[in-house]
């Protein structure tokens, strides 16, 4: 792979959007290798984590390759519009919990990226934004309805209907990112945070997600039926003796996904 990086570390896995000269745009060979890196990672039943981030110093990602589209036909538009949806559907339907270390700009098809992780932790160089009205065109990777399932109606139409960047700490305040960290701290603050997701238990952590996404369309009484499954299933697994056991007699939990 050229743009798209896939690292190991233990139980976690990284992977960087590593296209620094175009401060990591999203063309169609980035989503396809990003697509791969996905396809790997969900295939690897060793790991507990996935952190997304971006290679370089300035951007996540500056959004969809702006070259790339700007003679694109209304069917290469839908075909590419479709291919993003479905990097970004796969990453977000991954088992285990996904962290964007948003590390720079995060823009356009970049904060889509974002987005499509379980949550975000941004550096104080962090920049979001949906700019694409400034190109006359629309968020095309989700970006209308996962920014505005997450921050609200008013906060999202303020952002996509302007296009202006919001700084890391805006994001905090309108609960895009859960914090902000210096620059240099970012990738070891998310290792933090996934190195701990990866003692929990692995199915628990895995249904806890199943649940809460299952959940968010359904009304309250349908979304706790579904938790109430999924707890009573994570019964009949050998995890749920091991950790129950291990706390009664006072020794750490040793999980095997199982
Ligand atoms: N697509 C293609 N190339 C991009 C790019 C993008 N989205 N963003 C940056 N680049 C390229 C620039 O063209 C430039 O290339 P050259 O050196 O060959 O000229 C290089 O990256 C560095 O960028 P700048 O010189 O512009 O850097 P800067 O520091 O002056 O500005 C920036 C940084 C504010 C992020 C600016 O690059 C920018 O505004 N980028 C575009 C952001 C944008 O509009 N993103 C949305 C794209 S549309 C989309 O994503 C649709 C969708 O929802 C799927």
Redesign the pocket.
Same mark, same amino acid.
């Given at each position: 792979m050229d743009f798209v990086k896939l690292e190991l570390d233990g139980p976690i896995a990284v992977i960087t959007i590593d296209r620094p000269? %175009?401060?990591n $745009?999203?063309n169609r060979q980035v989503l396809t290798e990003l697509s791969q890196a996905i396809a790997q990672v969900a295939a690897n039943t060793a790991l507990r984590a996935l952190i997304v981030t971006g290679g370089g110093e300035?951007?996540f990602v500056?959004? %969809?390759?702006? $070259?790339e589209?700007a003679n694109f036909t209304h069917a290469e538009a839908l075909t590419f519009?479709e291919l993003?949806h479905s990097v970004l559907d796969s990453l977000e339907a991954l088992t285990i919990p996904v962290i964007a270390a948003v590390n720079g700009?995060a823009?356009?098809?970049?904060s889509?990226l974002a987005l499509a992780c379980d949550f975000i932790y941004a550096s104080e160089k962090a920049k979001f934004g949906?700019?694409?009205v400034?190109?006359a065109?629309i968020?095309?990777?989700g970006?209308t309805q996962r920014l505005t399932r997450l921050v609200g109606r008013a906060r999202a139409k303020e952002m996509i209907f302007t296009g202006d960047m919001i700084d890391a700490v805006k994001a905090k305040d309108i609960g895009l990112a859960l914090e902000v960290l210096p620059a240099a701290e970012l990738m070891a603050h998310c290792k933090k945070i996934a190195t701990t997701i990866a003692k929990r238990g692995p199915l628990a952590v895995a249904q806890a997600k199943h649940v809460i996404d299952g959940g968010a369309a359904l009304q309250l009484k349908d979304g706790n039926s579904i938790e109430r499954d999924a707890f009573a299933r994570l019964f009949g697994t050998a995890d749920q003796k091991e950790g129950m056991t291990a706390f009664l007699g006072k020794r750490a939990a040793e999980f095997k996904n199982a």
């Open positions: 000269k %175009a401060l $745009a999203l300035k951007a500056a959004g %969809a390759d702006i $070259a589209m519009g993003g700009f823009l356009g098809g970049g889509e949906l700019p694409e400034t190109l065109v968020p095309g990777f970006g």
